[in-house]
């Protein structure tokens, strides 16, 4: 269990991590998101005492990280790949490590066979690719065998084949009761590996939820309606109190509702439906709508462009409004 009590981080006049209040958990893998200089590095930072908060406290079972009798069995970490002795080979780099923290020559031997870099073992890791760089680094960080590991993006550069590699032993290692704290800016891996979320931007935590409900919140969902009558379901479907939204392909993207209800009255007015399907915000979506207030660095382009709304709302129609005026509760557009 990692908590973070009022963590605070101040560069000069720079807010780092302010105030910073969350849990991770053991038993699954909890995402740490956020925009790039949002704060993330930091805080694992100084999870594992390599940077000292200017106040508050950070606490690895209950204890500061400076004040573990035996730190590597308690958390293992992989924060910079490359940060390994180029001119040693990836077994002596494990053994040194293991021997410094007084483990046996047997854990080396474990987490090389763990990690699959069995075959490789005696190669000096200077000459390793990015992916067995990733794999030695998931290595040394398990030699302790401990019960908390934190990877920072640790898919960064990956080919899919570690990729899905890392997804598995994250999700293995929850499995089998470890805390799993990870970094990504990989919104589309995270969906499929992390069970919680903490959420940080300009160094606030934004969100501390279960991944579920964190796109419930933050995410929009609408009906994708194809009738070959759009002019008279519409007004129908608005007249229900439906916000209803008519797009340039004559479908109706209809908001506060389910596809049940929207068949229901397609059904009684005996209009002809040829699509319903729900559409919900992915984790990226709502990831961008949460954080479009907390980016530091923009791309140049006006806030219309950057719409957090992604391809959900791209394309986002006329309002039924200025086509059926008479309808109730139409708005010009979310946000
Ligand atoms: N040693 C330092 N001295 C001064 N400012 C720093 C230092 N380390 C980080 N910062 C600043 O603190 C803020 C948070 O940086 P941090 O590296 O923790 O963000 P991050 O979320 O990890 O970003 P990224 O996703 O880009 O890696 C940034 O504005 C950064 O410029």
Redesign the pocket.
Known sequence: MIQATELTKR??T?L??DHADFTVAPGKVTGFL??????????MRMILGLDRPTSGSVTINGVPYHRLAAPLREVGALLDAKAVHGGRSAYNHLLVLAKANGLPRSRVDAVIDLVGLHSVAGKRSGGFSLGMGQRLGIAAALLGDPGIVMFD?PVNGLDPEGILWIRNLMKALAAEGRTVFV?S?LMSEMALTADHLVV?GL?RILADEPMAEFIAKNSVSYVRVRSPQPAELAPKLALRGWRVERQPDESLHVYDTQPAQIGDVAGAEGLWLHELTLVQSSLEEAFMRLTAGSV?YHAGQSDDQGSPDGPAVAGWGTPLESQAPQAPQVEERIQ
């Open positions: 560069y000069g720079r780092a991590v956020g925009p790039n200089g949002a704060g993330k590095s930091t805080t993006e970094s800016h940080i160094g530091e």
